[in-house]
């Protein structure tokens, strides 16, 4: 075990509040955020995830940044400490979620890159109807070679990030990407505010029909919010563990928090305005990202240059949470193993690899390879990371720190002002009772009810 005083620190607090957001804003905000908005019921359910944030969200993602920072260890270590006994199950379980989240992320991330390399090449021009954008890409993805191509080109990015360390890799990195981030999505948002048509998209997106809410839609945007935040994996406690003391957790997080249900609604903005605009309608759900909007893109002036844009933002939003997810295992065998940083992430980022490669094929060579109640490997591993491990690590979390720790100790890492002492309460109380509650709720739904009764 190494020395828990020779551990890296951030360099600046807005290097951890840009690095753990950028873990937060991922594929998740730009790509799901904005089809369950429009499906569910638009401004109500940005109203419902508002609610989900507060009530879920924040407690959760302050939970772990207290556990990180008070340990000062990996999700592994931090367990043994502050549970004991079996609770470094609870890390171990989230270290293993960052490693098979990975082997699919890492594919999509591959296909961000595909699709900027294929926009910046003027693709675009022939993607006049939906038939076109859909079989160019199912060709793709069906393509063994190209995939599993830039599924190493993505992880060797991450990798080489990674292995710079805290500060001069993952926080220098993220300072640079996240506010090119936003800074595309603005440019995104006035290209697609400004075309002609653009306010049905809009009206769409964010009157609210609160017809369409209903306890599915509360649950389904309870898990949206969980995944997005990159809870219930130790992702926060890691960078957590890199915190200065001085540091403030309960700013930070609510930072953390806006900025990633920033990225999430601005998003939405960006897509539903040029979608109506060029009158298309957004009923397609996950597809949306890479067979439709090529279409949208194809019909606008200049649409290949706001394709490569728009593919180098997910590219974006891919690559800043992978990082993460590297982190939590590479930061578990650094510090339990004893590993040297470089060796832990060459030998870690190329079993990714090695395990992405069956992700990639599952739409071309392992197509039919069903390996459990008919899912292809890909859709296993998302299933078994978003659906059961990551909520049923943030129950552990929060039991752990409620009834096992105890929340006394814990509040000693929020901050030391006395007139924060109610918020201070209404977190304790979120933890040991609200928090779990609802993860239940949202293990029952996604993992039993939704499984045996899928739509
Ligand atoms: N928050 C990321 C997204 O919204 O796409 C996904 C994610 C990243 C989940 C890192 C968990 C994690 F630890």
Redesign the pocket.
């Known amino acids: 075990m190494s020395d828990k005083n020779s551990r890296e620190h951030w360099g600046s607090k807005i290097g951890f509040i840009l690095a753990a957001a950028g873990?937060?804003?991922?594929?998740?905000?730009i790509w799901?955020f904005p089809y369950l908005a429009g499906e569910n019921g638009g401004g109500a359910f940005v109203v419902l995830y508002l609610i989900c944030i507060v009530v879920l969200g924040l407690p959760v993602m302050i939970a772990e940044i207290v556990i990180g920072r008070h340990t000062g260890r990996d999700p592994v270590g931090a367990f043994k400490q502050i549970g004991g006994g079996r609770w470094k199950l609870v890390g171990y379980l989230g270290v293993a979620?960052?490693f098979f989240?990975m082997t699919y992320?890492s594919v999509v991330g591959g296909w961000t890159i595909g699709y900027i390399v294929k926009s910046a090449g003027g693709f675009i021009g022939s993607m006049t109807d939906i038939r076109a954008a859909e079989e160019t890409f199912t060709r793709f993805i069906q393509n063994p070679f190209e995939t599993v191509f830039y599924l190493f080109l993505f992880m060797a990015i991450t990798v080489f990030i990674v292995m710079r360390g805290i500060k001069d890799g993952i926080e220098k990195w993220n300072k640079f990407l996240l506010p090119l981030l936003f800074i595309i999505l603005i440019v995104l948002i006035i290209r697609s505010l400004t075309l002609e048509g653009a306010s049905a998209g809009l009206a769409f997106y964010l009157k609210p029909d609160f017809s369409k809410v209903d306890v599915k839609t509360v649950i389904e945007a309870m898990g949206q919010c969980f995944?997005?935040?990159?809870?219930?994996?130790?992702?926060?406690i890691t960078y957590g563990s890199y915190l200065n003391k001085e540091d403030k957790i309960l700013s930070s997080s609510l930072q953390i928090v806006t900025l990633?249900t920033f990225a999430a609604i601005l998003s939405g903005l960006a897509i539903f305005p040029a979608l109506f605009a060029v009158g298309m309608t957004p009923d397609k759900g996950p597809g949306l990202t890479f067979n439709i909007l090529p279409v949208v893109f194809s019909k606008m002036s200049y649409g290949s240059v706001f394709a490569v844009l728009f593919f180098i933002l997910l590219f974006i939003?891919?690559l800043t949470?992978?990082i993460?997810?590297v982190e939590?295992v590479v930061a578990f065998i650094t510090d339990e193993k004893g590993w040297s940083r470089r060796k832990a992430v060459l030998v870690f980022g190329s079993l990714i690899f090695l395990l992405g490669i069956p992700s990639a094929l599952s739409f071309s060579t392992l197509k039919d390879v069903r390996i459990f109640f008919g899912t292809t490997y890909f859709d296993f591993m998302d299933r078994l990371t978003t659906i059961y491990m990551?909520p049923i690590g943030g129950l552990f979390i929060a039991l752990c720190l409620g009834w096992k720790y105890g929340l006394k100790n814990a509040i000693h890492e929020l901050d030391a002002d006395t007139r924060l002492a109610a918020l201070k309460k209404m977190w304790a109380f979120s933890i040991r009772y609200i928090s779990p509650l609802i993860l239940v709720a949202i293990i029952l739904y996604f993992g039993v009810y939704r499984m045996l009764f899928p739509h």
């Open positions: 873990s937060a804003i991922g594929l998740g905000n799901k979620s960052g989240i992320y995944f997005s935040l990159s809870l219930g994996m130790g992702a926060m990633d939003a891919a949470s992978s993460s997810l939590v990551l």
